[in-house]
């Protein structure tokens, strides 16, 4: 399963059931769009292990506006559930593949602590606040 198309219905299930997990926001009338596509399903096809998902913004509008999507084409990546990476703009294929390689070298042991301390940073940050 390594390109599916992102629904409503899906997004829960793919981020969830998939260690990394790659979303394409794109619209038909994007030209950057157009351009970066082929590049997303060309990688796919490299990366069995991964999942590929293709977001139509105009079809899938809440799915869009759950992640804050204000410009297209944008590459969203995830990685044990937890979003890593967020932009917008089309990628040359050797940055894309950088970015894949980055990815799957990273700690996410590493990745939770730190996600963990700045929590628990924030947390004590609210407690010391004046109600």
């Given at each position: 399963?390594p390109f599916?198309?992102?629904?409503?219905d899906?997004?829960?299930?793919?981020?969830?059931?998939?260690?990394?997990?790659?979303?394409?926001?794109?619209?038909?009338?994007?030209?950057?769009c157009?351009?970066?596509?082929p590049?997303?399903?060309?990688?796919?096809?490299?990366?069995?292990?991964?999942v590929?998902?293709?977001?139509?913004?105009?079809?899938?509008?809440?799915?869009?506006?759950?992640?804050?999507?204000r410009?297209?084409?944008?590459?969203?990546i995830?990685?044990?559930q937890?979003?890593?990476?967020?932009?917008?703009?089309?990628?040359?294929?050797?940055?894309?593949l950088?970015?894949?390689?980055?990815?799957k070298?990273?700690d996410?042991?590493?990745?939770?602590?730190?996600?963990?301390a700045?929590?628990?940073?924030?947390?004590?940050?609210k407690?010391?606040?004046?109600?």
């Amino acid at each position: 399963m390594p390109f599916i198309h992102l629904t409503k219905d899906n997004l829960e299930r793919t981020i969830n059931d998939n260690e990394i997990v790659l979303i394409d926001f794109w619209a038909e009338w994007c030209g950057p769009c157009k351009m970066f596509g082929p590049i997303f399903e060309k990688t796919a096809e490299a990366y069995p292990d991964m999942v590929f998902a293709s977001c139509n913004t105009e079809l899938e509008q809440e799915v869009s506006a759950s992640f804050g999507i204000r410009s297209i084409p944008t590459l969203a990546i995830f990685r044990d559930q937890i979003l890593l990476f967020k932009e917008a703009g089309a990628l040359p294929e050797p940055a894309l593949l950088e970015l894949i390689t980055k990815v799957k070298e990273l700690d996410m042991d590493d990745v939770r602590a730190r996600i963990a301390a700045e929590e628990q940073k924030n947390a004590e940050q609210k407690g010391q606040e004046p109600n």
